[in-house]
């Protein structure tokens, strides 16, 4: 009876290998049908192309005024400022900012004691006559006294 049970068994074990290897040959078959239908699926080597359409951003863009790439106003000497100034901080720093030229030169100034920014040369005159130009002071505070006012008594 035992040899009976092993021999079930072994037919058992070649019928599980004959199933999996018909299961194999299946897939394989349906692979190689496929890659004669599509054999760009296949090429994994060869890069695949991708239609995308991205707007090319000039560094030196301007619209209605304003430089694109940092929101500085077009004006003279705002390339010069572009090229000393975010080389090292964000436009969002300068734009934040509004002073007079001595304040100006002041933050220059501490910005070469302490930060480590070179001596500008003559490029500091043009930047500080941007920004002093284009980033003035803004007078905050109570509005103007009023004036040519026809008042009256109340009863």
Request: hydrophobic share 45%; glycine share 6%; proline share 4%.
């Amino acid at each position: 009876m035992s040899e009976e049970l092993e021999f079930f068994k072994q037919v058992k074990k070649v019928y599980h290998l004959l199933l999996l290897l018909f299961s194999l040959f299946v897939i394989a078959g349906g692979a190689l049908v496929y890659y004669m239908a599509n054999p760009e699926f296949f090429n994994f080597n060869k890069a695949t192309e991708v239609a995308v359409v991205v707007e090319e951003l000039d560094p030196d863009r301007i619209e209605n005024g304003i430089h694109v790439a940092t929101g500085f106003v077009d004006a003279e000497g705002m390339m010069t400022v572009v090229r000393n100034c975010t080389a090292c901080h964000s436009s969002k720093l300068i734009l934040q900012n509004r002073m007079n030229a001595d304040r100006w030169n002041a933050t220059i100034k501490w910005m070469q004691q302490t930060q480590n920014l070179p001596d500008l040369g003559k490029n500091q005159e043009i930047i500080v006559n941007y920004l002093a130009t284009n980033y003035p002071p803004v007078d905050t505070g109570r509005r103007p006294g009023l004036t040519n006012i026809d008042w009256y008594e109340l009863d």
